[in-house]
Nanobody, 124 residues
């Protein structure tokens, strides 16, 4: 069974930065597109960013474009989300997900495996 484990969340002041990591088990990491989603209290889970199998195609939600950067290292079975210029509205549980496709999707039901989530809290 494929397993994903997020880390790097925490409490940060507005304007600060955090770097999230998502480590995957197994030997097929490079066959999955990877995505980041987030869910704030009382809100639906929303798309944040995704990256293709080889890292060549990347998309961001409008709300984070220019502030967040997604990347992956297939030799380490890890995908990252660098978050800069954080705002209080970025506060949420952040989830890593894997999709058995080349490019991934903005739709959460297209993903096959999910991590447990990591809390990001941005104070004003």
């Amino acid at each position: 069974q494929e397993q994903l484990v997020e880390s790097g969340g925490g409490l940060v002041q507005a304007g600060g930065s955090l770097r999230l990591s998502c480590a995957a088990s197994g030997r097929t990491f490079s066959r999955y597109a990877m995505g980041w989603f987030r869910q704030a209290p009382g809100k639906e889970r929303e798309f944040v960013s995704r990256i293709s199998r080889n890292g060549g195609t990347i998309y961001y939600a409008v709300s984070v474009k220019g502030r967040f950067t997604i990347s992956r290292d297939n030799t380490k079975n890890t995908v990252y989300l660098q978050m800069n210029s954080l705002k209080p509205e970025d506060t949420a549980v952040y989830y890593c997900a894997a999709a058995a496709s080349m490019y991934g999707s903005d739709r959460q039901n297209e993903y096959d495996f999910w991590g447990q989530g990591t809390q990001v809290t941005v104070s004003s």
